[in-house]
């Protein structure tokens, strides 16, 4: 964990406590980036560490590898997600700056909203996995935001009210803030 890292989370620690250690599962990392060809931020790892997937606030949904949910597991998010994007640029909606055609950069989605926007890395050839950046898409349209941040620190800002988004909802974050672990989805 890097020092950036431990710092955010120690604020987001305050900010809303996380689950009790027996209620996040141990996360095998290397498998997790083998099976979707890439190692993941050290921030994001500490932050499912400590938490596991789940939502803040009643809004903000982060992903969770091998999630006893389907629909907030990471890996299939990433592959659905990335295929709905190349429907929209093949059928012609503009890429946001940093993904320009043969660019070689792509997105690797992390959180969803209850409101459908999702949140992302901006993967870029040569940048590694700790410096990506965090994009957000609007639900059902074509708006971007770019933020100069790793994710654990795009949550702590947005919670603490450091960071606005003009495309996440006003109504977040909530006050007090809270976490909650996602159940297993009853089949």
């Not at 299939?76 to 709905?84: H, K, L, P, V």
Request: hydrophobic share 35%; net charge negative.
């Amino acid at each position: 964990m890097t020092s950036d890292a431990g710092q955010a989370l120690s604020k987001l620690r305050t900010l809303v406590g996380p689950p009790l250690p027996q209620d996040v599962p141990i996360v095998d990392w290397p498998e997790v980036a083998a099976s979707i060809g890439q190692e993941l931020p050290s921030d994001y790892r500490c932050l499912v560490d400590s938490y596991g997937g789940g939502i803040f606030d009643e809004y903000l949904c982060l992903y969770e590898p091998k999630c006893r949910n389907p629909y907030y597991d990471l890996a299939e998010m990433i592959a659905e997600r990335g295929e709905a994007l190349d429907y929209l640029w093949i059928r012609g909606e503009e890429r946001p700056e940093g993904l320009e055609e043969g660019s070689g950069a792509h997105l690797v989605c992390w959180a969803t909203t209850e409101n459908g926007e999702c949140l992302f890395w901006l993967v870029t050839p040569g940048v590694g996995p700790d410096e990506w950046v965090v994009m957000v898409n609007e639900a059902r349209g074509p708006r971007w935001e770019r933020f100069e941040m790793g994710c654990l620190e795009f949550l702590v800002g947005v919670l603490n009210g450091d960071i606005e988004s003009e495309i996440l909802s006003s109504r977040f974050p909530t006050g007090p803030h809270q976490f909650q672990r996602f159940l297993a989805l009853e089949v």
